[in-house]
């Protein structure tokens, strides 16, 4: 099945500085990578997502990479903010056999951005 | 609009003791899921359910039992809970069936504890 892995597994970075978290993928079937946002005591939230026919996707301060020949995906957060300190879960979803696997969730990103 | 409700949000079990935890979702979606959550190992899938009457194994679906009653609600039981199974329960639904082609989206959790 799908194994993804996520790094780093803690990031402290200044505000206004920029984040990035990197997630590796082992299925090469695999077509959708979203990220969610988990505030403390919360559930986890998307920012955004990506389909395997896209290379780059921008959302305001946050942007999504992804590199089918290598088989990985990162997150970038520019002009960090106080607010954007949480933990970050990459994913990936393949349609595999019969069409319904769920995601499979890398192990977070806990982010915290000093004021 | 309530998106995934989950109820209850907190529960403390005694090992050996039975519960149900209760999901259900207003936005007409297709499957529904059940991840638990435990400290630097990110969201693992119990069980999911690709539509109303069907249900499959997760990663991590033992002692565990569900049932998707309709399908607007998954229900998911410990017959006899153990101190393994103290953690955090996400219940989560997205449109849709097959190949994987929409976000999840996720209730509240409920952070149960079996001592």
């Known amino acids: 099945g799908e194994n993804v892995e996520q790094h780093p597994s803690t990031l402290s970075v200044q505000e206004g500085d920029s984040a990035v978290i990197k997630c590796t993928y082992s299925d090469s079937a695999s077509n959708y990578f979203p990220w969610y946002k988990q505030e403390l005591g919360k559930r986890p939230q998307l920012i955004i997502d990506i389909r395997s026919n896209v290379g780059e996707k921008k959302d305001q301060r946050i942007a999504v990479t992804l590199n089918k020949t290598a088989k990985h995906f990162s997150l970038h957060i520019t002009e960090t903010q106080p607010e954007d300190s949480a933990v970050y879960f990459c994913a990936a979803s393949s349609p595999g056999d019969t069409g319904r696997r769920a995601l499979t969730f890398g192990s977070g990103t806990r982010l915290q951005v000093q004021p | 609009n309530a998106g995934v409700t989950q109820t209850p949000k907190f529960q403390v079990l005694k090992t050996g003791q039975s519960m149900t935890l209760q999901c259900a979702q207003d936005m007409n979606h297709n499957s529904m899921y059940w991840y638990r959550q435990d400290p630097g190992m990110g969201l693992r899938l119990i069980y999911y359910?690709?539509?109303?009457?069907?249900?499959d194994k997760g990663e991590v679906p033992n002692g565990y039992n569900v049932s998707r009653l309709n399908k607007r609600e998954f229900s998911l039981r410990l017959e006899s809970a153990a101190p393994s199974q103290t953690s955090v329960y996400f219940c989560a639904s997205r449109a849709g069936t097959g190949g994987y082609n929409s976000p999840l989206h996720f209730g509240n959790g409920t952070r149960l504890t079996v001592t």
């Open positions: 359910s690709a539509s109303e009457g069907t249900t």
